[in-house]
């Protein structure tokens, strides 16, 4: 495979999962983890990315102010959003994750909608300071560098005193039989005391990322209330999932 090629490979997982590990490149391209690493390095240089210890970053992950040129499938983020807007009540308390599609939902919040939000995450909790009628809660804990949201036995413990109505959460891996997954531990351990915390859980996820899963499993499939795509509910490629008992909007 050329260098051209594995970059746009490396390039087109990195703006789908948000980050990657270099292991897990260097077996989708079949090279040396040196050749990847190497790339990666050119790719930071190129401000394509931003290498990390151990893999790389979307540089819309960590710089959501820079919109239109680095935030990954944008046009589908928000017509996530704006789906997921209609599922807003008045009065509500909800929980907003981490992620770029979750602040695209953050900015579409109307002004005139009062509610409570909890969120683990800054650029989220930052974007919903300008919404004059949402309290702003922020879970805390140790922040990663990497996403921004905070992470550890912190935040575990503070989601376990709250119960909210929605938390509305992304994923890294959904598939309709094993369910979503994360390449990161410590973010599945979050992402279980969120689910735990509410009463129904709602799933933001394009669908490039539909059939897809990973190393660590943050819950099955049913344990998600609905699911919202960029797809009309009843395309297609939404077959696998409406066998589940979930919706799907």
Known sequence: MLKEERQRTILNEVALHNKVLLTDIADILDVSIDTVRRDVKELDADNKLRKVHGGAVALGFTNTTVRNTNIYALEEKKKIAEKAVGLLKDGGVIFIDGGTTCV??????????????????????????????????????????????????????????????????GTGYVDSGYGLTEFDW?????????????????????????????????????AISTMITELDPNNGQLNLFRNQEIHLL
């Open 104 to 169: 695209e939902l953050a900015r579409k919040i109307p002004e005139n909608i009062k509610l409570t939000c909890f969120t683990m995450s800054l650029p989220v909790a930052l974007e919903l300071l300008v919404k004059p009628n949402v309290k702003v809660i922020l879970i805390g804990g140790e922040v990663s560098r990497d996403s921004q949201i905070s992470l550890g036995a912190g935040a575990i413990n503070q989601l376990s005193e709250i119960h909210v109505d929605y938390s509305f959460i």
């Open 186 to 222: 410590d973010i599945v351990q979050v992402k279980k005391a969120v689910i735990k915390a509410s009463k129904k859980t709602i799933l933001l996820s394009i669908s490039e990322k539909l059939n897809s899963q990973h190393r660590y499993k943050t819950c099955d499939i049913n």
